[in-house]
């Protein structure tokens, strides 16, 4: 570094981790391709968020803007007052480029990117390149990064006036230091609150825990609220950090070369260019940080295969190397066979047959961290509330699994190995921190805020829609409502739309609480149940199989007074896709009819979620 000030800022706003790392990454090959380390920096956009650090931004020459949407099309949590300070004071930087990381099952695709393209529009600000667009949905992000930076790169270079060199091997974004070159001593200082970057370690409940069939299971986690001060409130979300299997890490190791390495203690600490994530850290062992902080089990993309193939560089690999050829030459066919199938690395390796000592000699530890990433937490919408239970939160887990690649979502296998008592590896392997992390019932957690809360007078109609796992935060509603004489006094009228598959005890998510409701609140909650498993008509020929979509088009009437006659509010929880799309469908239809025309429908729908009488809590 020479101290030369940085050209090129990527400035990224990020929930879970995404925008960070193509931010990083693409600093990281700018940097590399230039041969200029001090060319780019990678920040976020949390630290331009005041009016004199707004101005900043002006020094660069350029600022790309790595940018997730969330929520009802908002920048996430980090990026919120950035943009406030941006509509607010304005910016004169001159030229920028744009990548956006979305879903397009979420209504509102890339509005937080598109967002700042338009504050950017009315600043004078210019785009440089496409607007760059990541759709999760397709599970192609990287893919779609990827094809965009490869036609971006040349429009910096010719900006900036500087060649790019080819990259003809993979230059590692990480180094990884031996322990006689750190401060041992290193550590974190324990400080509340207990957050996303610092998670407290929670136990399951053991005794909470409620399987309903091999698809769902109910557990509580402890807050063990003296010691860690955590609150939450009903509608909150809880973040779970998973662990990955024994078996994969073992896998992972073995690809890398490091089995012999995997136990006992060793250092491993890493340097990054980055911001945050691995930097500074030190782990006990390769086992230990494969284990606990690596998405091993991530999505691949063509970019990571095409550099993998550069240490297939054996004779014996030829054939690999067309095989793996053939199969990033096309974004479809690389879908098809890797991405649908949920080819995990370690599961692309034994697919391909692909085998150190014959194709490969090795493959760095950092290539694997680059292109995988850091482990992120997994998000769950908390089903209890703090007025019934303040120490402990409660979770309902659809169980990721999908029986035709034998994929198993990784927080999934990671609760079901804690419920089946079979987790005790951590201990086994005789590494001490593994098992104080991993060990028997434990998992470290956070409680995230969110907007999805019940209104502050309850006396208007409330809907709770949703279905499967989405019935979550309906309980933790209904039980601070039952548990309030206050609240449970203002009560009118509350209906449930539960979409189920079936009526049995495996589908029939929290039967016993919503007796209990009903017990409580007697004719003012009204369950409607929209079972759509089985057959679809009855021998009569009568359709059976319902949506919670097709009850609330049947309650076309009700809904028009509880919505439009009595100002209610409607809550959506659940799958982004089909549900959330479908449900809003049948209310704008339904309200359009009533009040004259589709459109007005849809002008209510979008007056209701102004005022926060529409309000979605959907993954
Ligand atoms: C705000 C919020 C609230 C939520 N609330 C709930 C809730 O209450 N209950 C609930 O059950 N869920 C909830 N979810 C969803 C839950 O967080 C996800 O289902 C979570 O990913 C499950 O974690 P997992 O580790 O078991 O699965 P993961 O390992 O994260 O896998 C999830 C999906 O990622 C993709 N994927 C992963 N690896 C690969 C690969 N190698 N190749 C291709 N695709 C891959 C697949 O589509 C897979 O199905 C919520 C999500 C959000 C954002
Ligand atoms: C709760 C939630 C809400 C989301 N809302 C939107 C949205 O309104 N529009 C969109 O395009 N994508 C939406 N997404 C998808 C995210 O933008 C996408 O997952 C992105 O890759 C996350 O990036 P990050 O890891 O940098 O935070 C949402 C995702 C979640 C989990």
């Known amino acids: 570094m020479d101290g030369k000030p940085n050209r090129v800022l990527a400035c990224f706003s990020s929930q879970s981790g995404t925008s960070e790392s193509l931010a990083e990454r693409f600093c990281n090959d700018l940097n590399w391709k230039t041969e200029d380390f001090n060319l780019s920096i990678v920040r976020n956009t949390g630290d331009f968020e005041e009016p004199e650090a707004l101005k900043k931004l002006e020094e660069y020459e350029i600022v790309i803007f790595f940018i997730s949407s969330y929520g009802e099309g908002e920048p996430c949590d980090d990026g919120v007052k950035f943009f406030q300070t941006l509509k607010r004071w304005g910016t004169k930087l001159k030229q920028y480029s744009l990548f956006g990381c979305g879903n397009t099952y979420y209504d509102k695709y890339q509005a937080a990117a598109i967002e700042l393209k338009q504050l950017m529009e009315s600043n004078g600000c210019t785009l440089v390149g496409e607007f760059g667009q990541g759709n999760e949905a397709n599970n192609s992000v990287l893919d779609d990064y990827d094809a965009w930076s490869f036609d971006y790169q040349p429009v910096i270079s010719r900006l900036l006036n500087v060649p790019l060199k080819e990259r003809t091997e993979y230059v590692p974004l990480y180094r990884i230091l031996k322990p006689d070159e750190m401060n041992m001593q290193a550590s974190i200082t324990e400080r509340h609150p207990y957050q996303e970057m610092k998670p407290f370690v929670s136990d399951i409940d053991l005794a909470s825990v409620r399987k309903y069939g091999s698809n769902y299971v109910h557990f509580d986690l402890e807050l063990h609220q003296e010691k860690s001060r955590l609150k939450y409130q009903a509608g909150d979300h809880v973040g779970i950090y998973p662990k990955n299997s024994r078996g994969d890490v073992d896998e992972m190791l073995h690809i890398l070369g490091l089995d012999e390495k995997a136990d006992p203690f060793i250092a491993v600490p890493f340097e ?11 782990f006990p062992s390769y086992r230990e940080f494969f284990t606990h902080n690596v998405e091993i089990n991530g999505a691949l993309s063509r970019k990571l295969v095409q550099d993998l193939m550069s240490y297939f560089i054996r004779e014996s ?51 694997v961290l680059e292109y995988l990433g850091p482990l992120k937490p997994r998000l769950f919408s908390i089903s209890s509330s703090e007025c019934v239970q303040p120490d402990r939160v409660g979770v309902m887990l659809k169980l990721v699994k999908d029986a035709g690649s ?135 020929g009568i359709r059976t199989k319902k949506y919670v979509q097709d009850l609330l088009r049947e309650d076309a009437v009700a809904v028009v007074d509880q919505l ?41 729908v979008q007056y209701m979620q102004s005022m926060g009488r529409y309000r979605e809590d959907v993954w």
Request: net charge positive.
């Open 272 to 282: 990054r260019l980055g911001t945050s994530g691995w930097r500074g850290k030190v």
């Open 317 to 367: 690999a030829t054939e690999l190397r067309a095989e793996l050829g053939m199969l990033i030459a096309s974004q479809e066919v690389f879908r098809q066979k890797v991405l649908d199938r949920r080819l995990t690395l370690v599961k692309f390796f034994q697919k391909f047959g692909i085998t150190r000592g014959t194709h490969y000699d090795t493959i760095p530890v950092s290539f």
């Open 406 to 540: 034998g994929f198993d979502g990784v927080c999934s296998r990671t609760i079901e190995e804690i419920i089946g008592g079979r987790d005790r590896d951590g201990a086994a392997a005789g590494n001490a921190a593994a098992a104080d992390i991993a060990g028997a019932n434990r998992l470290p957690i956070y409680v995230k805020r969110s907007k999805f809360k019940l209104p502050s007078t309850l006396a208007r109609p409330m809907l709770f829609v949703g279905a499967g796992s989405g019935m979550a935060p309906f309980r933790g509603f209904l039980q601070e409502i039952c548990a309030q004489p206050h609240k449970l006094k203002q009560v009118t009228q509350i209906v449930v739309y539960f979409g189920l598959r079936s009526l049995t005890d495996e589908h029939y998510l929290y039967r016993d609480s919503f007796d209990e409701f009903r017990r409580v609140l007697g004719d003012r909650l009204v369950l409607r149940l929209a079972v759509s498993g089985g057959a679809s008509t009855s021998p009569d």
């Open 564 to 604: 439009v006659g009595r100002n209610g509010h409607v809550y959506v929880c659940g799958d982004a896709g089909g549900l959330s799309h479908g449900v809003r469908k049948v209310l704008v239809d339904v309200l359009g009819q009533a009040r004259g025309s589709l459109k007005s429908g849809d002008q209510y």
